[in-house]
């Protein structure tokens, strides 16, 4: 099921429809490493703040599903039913006992790792609304990958002990639909609050940046669940409500160009490939040996012949909506799906 889901969900991706304001990132442009995350913390730094109470309210603007209830992470299932759903206001938290009594608002940074400190403890790009059992649960365990479950949600949310590369103790693991959430959610942390991180204490951080097991696993999980419209929908939300937003849903890829992943999500002969197209551009991460990649629509068609000049870089072009595929050349060839929504 994982190496599945590596392969199809890794490589969906979709054109992002944000409302980014005009210029908005101009001065990020051009930039990589640590010097595109200070750019971006400049551009998010000094945010609106609003108050912990008010965030029930704000919730309903930010969190809202179609039919008006509460978009809890924890107890949506990958299929995207529900066992229970919440109504705003008269469902708040609240006294709990288990999962479905509920919801409250999860910081889902844990505020115990920077102390309840302002502004991060109202940031609503790492708040939301969920089961108050399910949050309880999953208490300030760090997010990660389990082996041996002792506790499973509705959902199939996860608590138990890590199986993931370089950490072992007890983590929380949310579906794979939400992931890339998560993901993102934990980028804008390091980013807008880059000052404070060192200060900050949890097993997923180091010094002033990730540990290198979770910076490993979330750049995994941001690439095998791309950016949703969910997310976009949240991201013009909160940007009304706080005037700055997340950069990482606008431009996932800028988290690849920050921290340079050492896990890649297909193998070319141990050659990490990734490939993704939003934003009327389609993106690549390949190993050195690709030197052009073949775009060909579901009928077998060529659409367009790319040359590779780089190992990570770019390509502005326009596709329609559909499933494409794309042929890389070079000491090994790879064909990958991607799909434009």
Known sequence: MRCFLFFWLGLQSIILSAQIPNGYYDSAQ???GQNLR????????GHTSVSYDNLWTRFQTTDKKAN???WDMYSTRADGSFAYEYTYTSDQCGNYNSEADCYNREHSFPASWFDDDAPMYTDLFHLYPTDGYVNNRRSNYPFGEVGTATWTSTNGSKLGSSNYPGYSSTV????????????????YMLTR????????????LLGSDFATWAKNMLLEWNTLDPVSQKEIDRNNAV??????????IDHPEWAVSIWNPSA?????????????????????????GIKSIEVYNVLGQKIKTIPVQ????????????????????????????????
């Not at 200070?38 to 730094?45: E, G, K, P, V």
């Not at 940007?239 to 990482?248: K, V």
Request: glycine share 6%; net charge positive; charged share 20%.
């Open 239 to 248: 940007y009304n409500i706080q005037h700055n937003r997340n950069p990482f």
């Open 68 to 70: 008006g209830k509460v």
């Open 264 to 288: 890649g999500i297909n193998n070319m002969a141990g050659k990490k490939v990734q490939i993704w197209y939003q934003n009327q551009t389609l993106y690549w991460s390949t190993y050195q």
């Open 193 to 204: 609050y880059m000052s404070n991180i060192s200060s900050f204490n949890s097993d997923m």
């Open 30 to 32: 051009g930039l990589t």
């Open 172 to 187: 929380f693991e949310p579906i794979d639909e939400f992931k890339g959430d998560f993901a993102r959610s934990y980028f």
């Open 310 to 341: 780089a190992a990570n870089s770019q390509y502005q072009f326009e596709l329609i909506k559909g499933v494409y595929i794309a042929n890389m050349i070079g000491d090994k060839r790879q064909t990958v799906k991607f799909v434009v929504k």
């Open 38 to 45: 200070s750019a971006l913390r400049d551009i998010i730094d």
